[in-house]
């Protein structure tokens, strides 16, 4: 199982940014997905995760309305759609999949989301 976060970068307050994260591996399709993201200085924290089938989210009440998470295992692919963003947004996000949502087996590498003021 391999999992690649991709779509980071740098922009200002407000913009909107599509981070996405391919996987492989069958045993991913049946796993819960979910992005993660560690700022500077701080602890890892949870985002956002999807079930298995896509059908079900949840998210950190932080970006609860901005943030909107996708998943597609035909394409084997996850999306973190990121509207309105703000500089406490600014981490390196992580996509992570897991037999279950408290579970966090895989890790895929980390994409840098930098907001400036």
């Known amino acids: 199982v391999q999992l690649q976060a991709s779509g980071g970068g740098l922009v200002q307050a407000g913009d909107s940014l599509r981070l996405a994260c391919a996987f492989s591996?069958?045993?991913?399709?049946?796993?819960?997905m979910g992005w993660f993201r560690q700022a500077p200085g701080k602890e890892r924290e949870f985002v956002a995760r999807?079930?298995?089938?896509?059908?079900?989210?949840a998210y950190a009440d932080s970006v609860k309305g901005r943030f909107t998470i996708n998943r597609d295992n035909a394409k084997r692919s996850m999306s973190l759609e990121m509207n309105s963003l703000q500089p406490e947004d600014t981490a390196v996000y992580y996509c992570?999949?897991?037999?279950?949502?408290?579970?966090?087996?895989?890790w895929g590498q980390g994409t840098q989301v930098t907001v400036s003021s």
């Open positions: 999807s079930s298995w089938r896509g059908n079900s989210a």
């Open positions: 591996g069958r045993a991913v399709e049946s796993y819960a």
């Open positions: 992570a999949a897991g037999p279950s949502p408290f579970s966090w087996k895989y």
